[in-house]
T-cell receptor
C-alpha cells in the first residue's frame, strides 16, 4: 500500500506570493490533517478535513486555507507569504480521523522557504 | 489550555545505553498519549500510544506508561542502537477538541 505522498517536496517563494501544497492520503483514508513544523514552535495543527469538509481548525490566520477533493486528496494554500511561513508542512492521513484515535500516517513533508 | 512539555535535547548516548525522554502534559479530561519518531528527511511515524491511565504502550523495545497521577508519559528503552537516532515527539489528543498537541521534540543521537 502506498504511503502518504506530498508534492512538491521543496519550494522557494518570495514574500507576498502564494503557494499551494498537495497531499495524497493512503488509499481508503478519509481524514487528512495538516501541520506546520518549525524549529521554534515544533508541530502546530493547521486543520483537518474529512469527506471534503473542514472538521477542525487550529489557530492560524485566514491566509492559510485548505480543501479536500472527493478522492480525499487535499491541498493547502497560503496566500501573501511572510518570512515566518518558512517551515516544513506535514500532511497526515487516517481512516476516520482524531475522533476515533486512529493512527495518523505522515507524509515526508513539503519544505517551504520564503525569501 | 492543553500542552505537552518534553525535555530539551539533544540527548547523546552510547550504543546499548539506557534511554529516558521525559514528557509531561496538561490537559482537561482524559487524553490519549502518543510518542512519534521522525527520522532524518522523513515524516513522523507513530511509535506507541496509550489511551487510558496505567496503560503501557510498547513497540520496537520502547515503552511508555500513562501516569495520570504525575501527568507523565516518559519514553524508555533499555538498550539504544545507532539506528534509534532521530527526533522523538510526545503528543496528546483530547476527546473534547480532537486536536493533536505535540511537544517540541527531543533529538536523540546514539554513538557507536
Amino acid at each position: 500500500k502506498a504511503g502518504v505522498t506530498q508534492t512538491p517536496r521543496y519550494l522557494i517563494k518570495t514574500r507576498g506570493q502564494q503557494v499551494t501544497l498537495s497531499c495524497s492520503p493512503i488509499s481508503g483514508h478519509r481524514s487528512v490533517s495538516w501541520y506546520q513544523q518549525t524549529p521554534g514552535q515544533g508541530l502546530q495543527f493547521l486543520f483537518e478535513y474529512f469527506s471534503e469538509t473542514q472538521r477542525n481548525k487550529g489557530n492560524f490566520p485566514g491566509r492559510f486555507s485548505g480543501r479536500q477533493f472527493s478522492n480525499s486528496r487535499s491541498e493547502m494554500n497560503v496566500s501573501t507569504l511572510e518570512l515566518g511561513d518558512s517551515a516544513l508542512y506535514l500532511c497526515a492521513s487516517s481512516l476516520r480521523g482524531p475522533r476515533d484515535t486512529d493512527t495518523q500516517y505522515f507524509g515526508p513533508g513539503t519544505r517551504l522557504t520564503v525569501l | 489550555g492543553n500542552s505537552v512539555t518534553q525535555m530539551e535535547g539533544p540527548v547523546t548516548l552510547s550504543e546499548e545505553a539506557f534511554l529516558t525522554i521525559n514528557c509531561t502534559y496538561t490537559a482537561t479530561g482524559y487524553p490519549s498519549l502518543f510518542w512519534y519518531v521522525q527520522y532524518p528527511g522523513e515524516g513522523l511515524q507513530l511509535l506507541l500510544k496509550a489511551t487510558k491511565a496505567d496503560d503501557k504502550g510498547s513497540n520496537k523495545g520502547f515503552e511508555a506508561t500513562y501516569r495520570k497521577e504525575t501527568t507523565s508519559f516518559h519514553l524508555e528503552k533499555g538498550s539504544v542502537q545507532v539506528s534509534d537516532s532521530a527526533v522523538y515527539f510526545c503528543a496528546l489528543l483530547t476527546s473534547g477538541t480532537y486536536k493533536y498537541i505535540f511537544g517540541t521534540g527531543t533529538r536523540l543521537k546514539v554513538l557507536a
